[in-house]
Structure formats: C-alpha cells, structure tokens
C-alpha cells in the first residue's frame, strides 16, 4: 500500500510537472508572440515616423521650388513686359510716330541734356531728319555717296518701307557717332576714344560739367598771364590786393567794366598765348 501510494504521488507530480511545463511553454510562446507584435508595431511607427518626416521634407522643399517658381514667373512676366514694351517702341519708330526715351539723368549737372533727350524734337522724329538731311546734303556742292542716299528721300509723297526706315536710322546714327566723336577729341584730346557707340553717349553726359571745367581754367589761365604781364612792369605789385581791395581814394566810382573796352585787345594777345591743352584747377 505504502508503494503504491508512492508511485501514484509520483506519477502526480509528473501530471504537475508536464502540466507546469506546458503551461510555462504556452505562455513562453504566448509573451513571445506578443514580442514579435510589439516589433512589429514598433517597426510600423518607425516606418510611419520615417515617411512623416520625409512628407515634411518634400513639404519644405516644395514650398521653397514654388516660392522660387513664383519669383522666376515674376521675373519672366516683367522681362516680358519690357520686351512688349520695347516692340511697341520700335512700332512706333518705324511707323514715323514719335518716341520717347525716358532718361535717367537726373543730375544737376546734366539738365540741359535731359531736356534735350526728353523733348520731342528731330530725334523722336525720323521723317522730320531724312527731310534735314536731304536738304542738308542737296545745299552741299559735288557729289557724295550721302547726298545721293538722301536725295532718294527728298520728296517721298508715300510710306517709307520698314527695310528703307532701318537704313535712314543706320545713316543717322553714323552722322551722329561721326559728330560725337568730334566733339570728344576737342574735349577730351588726350583721351582714348570710347570703343562702342554707348561708350560715346556716356562720355557725352560727361561733357556739360567738364565744359565749365574748361571755361573755370581758361578764365583762370587768362587772368594769371595778364597778371603776370602786370607784375614784370610792377615787381612790387600785391596781386591779392589788387582783386580784393577797393579803389584808392578819389577813385572809388571806378570799376573793372568801365576798362573792358580799353583792354580787349590785350586780353586777346593774352588768349592767343594761352595753351589749349592745359586745364587749371
């Protein structure tokens, strides 16, 4: 009875521990089922978190394309624009209409040549300067390539074609460079001379204020050689004096104008001793 009962309570902790087995080997599988979820749960927001952050990304930098698009069409509309802008202009030269150029010279200095350019006067007008220079060139004696160009213009009763327009434009703008070029050497003469046509325009709104650059140093120049002159017949003559004093007494009604007359003819010996290449300032 004794073995019996043992080997029964054997054989029952036996059933307990399979028992206990499968049950720990259940819930083993069971918690690593649930480690596997949770993986993959775990992968799922990190993939998620990945894509927000790469939708954030593309967000970004669709936002930055667009906002440069939009200023590259702002920049396209406006260039467009001016090129419309700039067709209607030539339409307007080449159907004899008057245009006219805005300018940007502002400047004190250059009024009068803003003025100029502003105005409408024969450079907005290209029928009103063949018609000048076909009477320019018909006055002239001989014969010239330009008179005979501009003789076929004279008396044009009809529309000038676009193709003669361009050529009248081409002759005038030669004229026009040949005369800029003039002028710049007399003021200029011992500068280079500008290698393109804007070149010349430029250096032309130079020349207002260094025409009274000019004119500063030829008073100048003419006043210290007639000076001069006084001072080798009066040594001791005080030359400061002389301009900023008042007359001595019993003279004061005198002033320099009432000797202008008298003194002409020396003031122009002194001009033709005077150098022209020189500028005093």
Not at 24 to 32: C, G, I, N, S, W
């Amino acid at each position: 009875m004794g073995t019996a009962g043992a080997t029964s309570e054997v054989a029952t902790l036996k059933e307990a521990v399979s028992a206990a087995e499968r049950s720990a080997a259940a819930e083993r599988t069971e918690r690593e089922k649930q480690e596997a979820q949770v993986a993959a749960v775990r992968q799922e927001l990190q993939a998620l978190m990945e894509k927000h952050e790469s939708l954030e990304r593309d967000s970004k930098t669709r936002e930055s394309e667009l906002a440069s698009a939009l200023e590259s069409a702002k920049a396209a509309k406006a260039e467009a624009h001016k090129s419309l802008q700039e067709i209607e202009s030539v339409k307007k030269i080449a159907a004899g209409k008057a245009f006219f150029m805005q300018s940007k010279d502002e400047n004190v200095n250059y009024v009068l040549l803003t003025r100029i350019r502003s105005s409408p006067g024969a450079f907005a007008d290209l029928p009103r300067s063949v018609s000048d220079a076909a009477a320019f060139y018909r006055a002239e004696e001989g014969s010239s390539t330009e008179k005979v160009f501009w003789s076929q213009y004279a008396e044009a009763g009809h529309p000038v074609p676009p193709s003669d327009q361009l050529k009248q434009l081409v002759e005038l703008h030669k004229v026009a460079e040949q005369a800029m070029k003039g002028l710049i050497v007399r003021l200029w003469p011992g500068e280079a001379m500008p290698g393109s046509y804007f070149g010349l325009v430029r250096r032309l709104v130079d020349a207002c204020p260094w025409v009274e650059v000019v004119k500063r140093s030829a008073c100048i120049e003419g006043a210290r050689r007639a000076l001069a002159r006084a001072k080798v017949h009066w040594g001791k003559l005080d030359v400061k004096k002389l301009i900023t004093d008042a007359p001595p007494a019993g003279k004061e009604y005198c002033t320099p104008e009432m000797y202008y007359k008298t003194v002409l003819k020396g003031a122009r010996k002194i001009a033709d001793e005077c150098p022209r290449d020189v500028i005093i300032e």
